[in-house]
């Protein structure tokens, strides 16, 4: 199916380290993209990587994509307390995002 | 803030009942999706308006409808509610049918 799988599923890290989740995949796709969740409330877009593109930065943010192994990465790189949220990728390209059950990261001041 | 807006933010209803859940895109955005997150859970697609017609539908039944209006906003309309209805609905405009979504934040529906 088109729905991401987000791995590991629950991430604690310490402020200041870097955290790196990973999405697969099982269809050809378009793009993919990452989003966060805070506290159940509305998804916040994070960054959107074209099937053309292998690796994108915003900030502090890193995706990578690897359309031959179906995954992709995103990286928070010297995470903060207000980094923690549940991240979801959402592959895609058509008219409709299929999220996984996402990353549920947590960062410890 | 994205600037899509939802209303109402929670709302509860008695199992049978009709619900309508609104959403006002974004500026300049003519795409509206919907979808439902369960506790716990990702959020699943309920379907998607482009420029007022239903661009694709996910695997919900037809007691789920919608619509966009002229002015890109839309409704969400749920019939004889069931238990397991009770989720967060989230509104997503974009500029065009497969760009980045831009949510709102979300309607808490509990159906008793």
């Known amino acids: 199916s088109q729905q991401g799988e987000e791995d590991p599923q629950a991430l604690s890290i310490q402020e200041g380290e870097n955290a790196t989740m990973n999405c697969s995949y099982k269809?050809?796709?378009?793009?993919l993209q990452w989003y966060r969740q805070n506290s159940g409330r509305g998804l916040v877009h994070l960054i959107l990587?074209?099937?053309?593109?292998r690796e994108k930065h915003s900030g502090r943010l890193r995706v990578t994509l690897d359309t031959s192994k179906k995954s992709s990465s995103l990286l928070i790189t010297a995470s903060r307390a207000a980094d923690t949220a549940s991240y979801f990728c959402a592959p895609g390209g058509n008219n409709r995002l299929a999220f996984g059950k996402g990353n549920q990261v947590v960062v410890i001041p | 803030e994205t600037g899509v807006t939802q209303s109402p933010t929670h709302l509860i209803k008695t199992r049978g009942q009709q619900v309508t859940l609104r959403c006002s895109s974004q500026s300049g955005h003519n795409t509206v999706s919907w979808y439902q997150q369960a506790l716990g859970q990702g959020p699943q697609f309920i379907f998607q308006y482009y420029r007022e017609e239903e661009n694709g539908r996910g695997n919900f039944p037809p007691r789920f409808s919608g619509l966009q209006f002229p002015n890109y906003s839309s409704e969400l309309n749920v019939n004889a509610l069931e238990l397991d209805d009770s989720a967060l609905y989230l509104c997503?405009?974009?500029?065009?049918?497969?760009?980045?979504?831009?949510f709102g934040q979300g309607t808490r529906l509990t159906v008793v």
């Open positions: 997503a405009s974009s500029p065009d049918r497969a760009t980045e979504a831009f």
């Open positions: 269809t050809s796709i378009n793009n």
């Open positions: 990587i074209r099937s053309n593109e």
